[in-house]
């Protein structure tokens, strides 16, 4: 893909219609797979990445109302990255301040299908890490569900690594997991 000239912004209760029309679908060859095994004294975990028997197209789960409650305040950051020349949306990103625990989530990323591999979400990202220091964070998580395997490689890439799970985390009851970073 070529570069793209964008800025990132706050977001505006303008955008949040240009959000939700954002193509969130991608494929996937491969999906992180979770497995329990009761054991006599506890449970045993694990998750490995599959491969499909062929590639699927997914969509990633995007809520208007959640959205909406997370324009940007003291503990919750919601930005967007707009083209310079048009100002038409291309990404979002949604982080909520956590300062009792010292760590910054970032519950949404998504750049719209036809703008990735652009850098935009490698710069939402290093956005995210600034905004957490700034808040004196000391980790900074971004939550992936299990299926969007190119997400998880993505922040892989950048330095994440595996920190938690939430089995029903997203309105699909997809399971999330947490790649966090120390900052």
Known sequence: MTERSFIIRDALPADLEACLALDASYTSEHVWQMSSQPLANGWQLSFRA???PREVELTYPQNGAQLARALPTDTHGFLVAADKQSGALLAYMLMQDEPVRGIVTVSHLLVGRAFRKAGIG????????RWARERDAQRLHVVVQTQNYPAIQFCQRRG????????????????AIFLGLTL
């Open 50 to 52: 599959e491969r499909l």
């Open 122 to 129: 490698t710069r939402l990202l290093s956005v995210a890490q």
């Open 160 to 175: 994440f690594s595996f920190c938690g799970y939430n089995d029903q985390y997203f309105s699909d009851h997809d399971i």
